[in-house]
């Protein structure tokens, strides 16, 4: 995943800003995890008929939901052998429980795998009803995180206006040797008042040491 976020901030064709996420089935899971680990950035999650929502693993995606701040939906199949309903119900009961915001809807009639044409599952008006929805959240939760950043930049500040468009400031790693500080000032304070900095053998010998001195 975080490869694939380097890859959408290089690439100039994205957008800065908020970003939403969507998963189907094995990849479900994945979009909750990402809205959970990346709250600031993700402004809205969909799992399509995930799987494995609720597990007894410290990272299961109910867990990582908790730390979402952006808008979560979770379709669900009514039969569905990989998602089967008692999870369904048991991820709303974490929801309501933690305060998550988001829905969590169940598709009447329809089998896991109702959203792709090529499956014998796809149900026609189920999918479209999902992708209206997630299409709307998203959208909502996209305008809601864009009017929070035009407010913050509106906000007046004492010190240096802040951009929140701008990328952030990557800290320096390490830093120089004092001696090897000390060094380049006075090179740099001898320079300025005439001399020339002139290199010696990498490894001392006698002439250097002595016959040349007079020693």
Known sequence: VEALLAFVDADPAAKSGPMGVVGYCMSGPT??????????????AASIYGVSL???????????????????????AETDRW?????????????????????????????HGFGFPQ?????????GKRFNEVKTAIEASFAAAQQRLASAAA??????PFDPTLP?????????????????????????????VASGPE????????DALNI
């Open 168 to 196: 952030g400031k990557r800290p320096r790693i390490g830093h120089l040797h004092p001696l090897t500080q000390t060094i380049d000032e006075l090179e740099d304070i001898m320079g300025r008042l005439g001399f020339t």
């Open 54 to 76: 609720v597990t007894d693993n410290p990272e299961s995606p109910h867990l990582a939901a908790r730390k979402a701040k952006g808008e979560l939906y979770v379709a669900a």
């Open 203 to 210: 490894i001392e010998d006698e002439w250097h040491n002595f």
């Open 31 to 44: 979009a909750l995890q990402v809205a959970g680990r990346w709250p600031d950035r993700v402004a809205a």
């Open 83 to 111: 998602a089967p309903l008692e999870m369904i119900e048991r991820l709303k009961a974490h929801f309501k429980a933690d305060g998550i915001k988001g829905e969590i809807e169940i598709y009447p009639g329809v089998e």
């Open 155 to 160: 906000e007046p500040s004492s010190t240096t």
């Open 119 to 127: 499956r014998a599952a796809y149900d026609k008006p189920a999918a």
